[in-house]
């Protein structure tokens, strides 16, 4: 008997699973579905979830695209429990906060006409229900007023509604700590390196309140912390990633099935 090579996949492999998936459980990845795929899901669902995430210093031992893998891997989650369109993620956010540390920013002005923009081409596309899924804390304010500024833009039963995931837990979030690191251990391990973890370098002995209102300005967070890091990493581990993002899952699943009551 011969034996045969296996074959290699395919990126249009990918795809094609991708699609198939998506008619199954109703999770549907736009970036790889045709206008034929579409218009048939489109009878299923009218919902969309547009994840929006940052590229921004995440200490010495996360990738710069922390944000943005955790909400887009979110995304998905929570898009089979509810059943929606996951757009792809926006990487783009408003990280001044971090300078003078590795940062890509936008105002929160072009964050909030890019975002209005999509949801006018959603609405246009016969999507009743559009969802914004925030993955950076520094985002809060170019999208707590898109509902406002999409007001008598869009047609009278379409709804935009923005949900900051973090609020889907109830441990403490941080930045580059226990939290945000556990998620990464439990979805991309393999960017992870914790022979490098640190905790802050500074103590961090403000309240809440006050540390809120320093950190909107520009270069605050490396004042701040020392060295980029809210948190101690080192307590992270996969296990407590894998719980919180169940947590997190259920807890925005139910949310927006709220919202479109």
């Not at 996360?62 to 996951?86: C, F, K, Q």
């Not at 072009?110 to 959603?122: G, R, V």
Request: charged share 20%.
């Amino acid at each position: 008997m011969t034996n045969r090579p296996r074959p290699r996949n395919r990126p249009q492999d990918k795809v094609l699973n991708a699609v198939a998936a998506a008619k199954k459980d109703m999770s549907v990845p736009v970036f790889g579905i045709s206008q034929l795929d579409f218009r048939r899901t489109l009878k299923k669902t009218k919902r969309a979830i547009i994840p929006v995430g940052s590229l921004e210093q995440h200490g010495q031992h996360l990738p710069v695209s922390t944000d943005s893998i955790i909400v887009e891997h979110i995304a998905g989650l929570v898009a089979r429990n509810v059943g929606a369109y996951v757009l792809p993620v926006i990487p783009y956010g408003v990280s001044f906060e971090h300078k003078p540390l590795f940062n890509i920013s936008v105002r929160n002005a072009t964050l909030s006409a890019l975002i209005c923009d999509a949801c006018i081409s959603l609405a246009e596309n016969k999507i009743q229900d559009t969802i914004i899924l925030n993955g950076h804390h520094g985002n809060v304010g170019a999208l707590q007023y898109i509902a406002q500024e999409l007001h008598g833009s869009m047609p009278a039963k379409t709804s935009i509604h923005t949900v900051h995931y973090w609020h889907a837990m109830q441990h403490e979030f941080d930045h580059a700590g226990e939290v945000e690191t556990s998620l990464m251990l439990a979805i991309a391990p393999e960017l992870v390196r914790m022979s490098r973890a640190r905790p802050n370098s500074k103590r961090l002995s403000k309240s809440k309140v006050a540390y809120d209102s320093m950190t909107n300005a520009p270069g605050s967070f490396p004042r701040i912390t020392g060295n980029g890091v809210w948190g101690d990493p080192r307590k992270a581990s996969a296990g407590k990633g894998k719980k919180w993002i169940e947590e997190i899952t259920m807890n925005l699943s139910r949310t927006i099935r709220e919202l479109g009551r």
